[in-house]
């Protein structure tokens, strides 16, 4: 059973920093894994951000533009997103997501079979 609990939203001015977090349990396909991060405001579409495959590759929604990194400590099972210079764009709910191996990209339109509660972020101007 896949678990994922986010953490680490929070509100911020413009130009700061956050770091999400997700705690993530039963996302494992064998020896492989897909994990990432979409988001969503009210009435809109998810949007993938970011992705990480097992074996490093990662991909990062155009609209990140460099200011985000995502990363995955194997050992304590947690994902991370870190994300800089942020703008008031990026104000929506953040989940933590986990896929097939095989869809490992933002670029998958149902990118996130598995997703967590979601955290919160707000960038004021």
């Known amino acids: 059973q896949v678990q994922l609990v986010e953490s680490g939203g929070g509100s911020v001015q413009a130009g700061g920093s956050l770091t999400l977090s997700c705690l993530a349990s039963?996302?494992?396909?064998?020896?492989?894994?897909?994990l990432g991060w979409f988001r969503q405001v009210p009435g809109k579409e998810r949007q993938p951000v970011a992705s990480?495959?097992?074996?490093?590759?990662?991909t990062y929604a155009d609209f990140v533009q460099g200011r985000f990194t995502i990363s995955h400590d194997n050992a304590n099972n947690t994902l991370y997103l870190q994300m800089n210079t942020l703008k008031p764009a990026d104000t929506a709910t953040y989940y933590c997501?986990?896929?097939?191996?095989?869809?490992?990209?933002?670029?998958?339109?149902?990118?996130?079979?598995?997703y967590g509660r979601g955290t919160r972020v707000t960038v004021s101007s």
């Open positions: 039963g996302y494992m396909h064998g020896s492989q894994y897909c």
């Open positions: 990480i495959h097992s074996d490093g590759r990662t």
């Open positions: 997501a986990a896929e097939s191996p095989t869809y490992c990209s933002v670029t998958y339109p149902q990118f996130g079979s598995y």
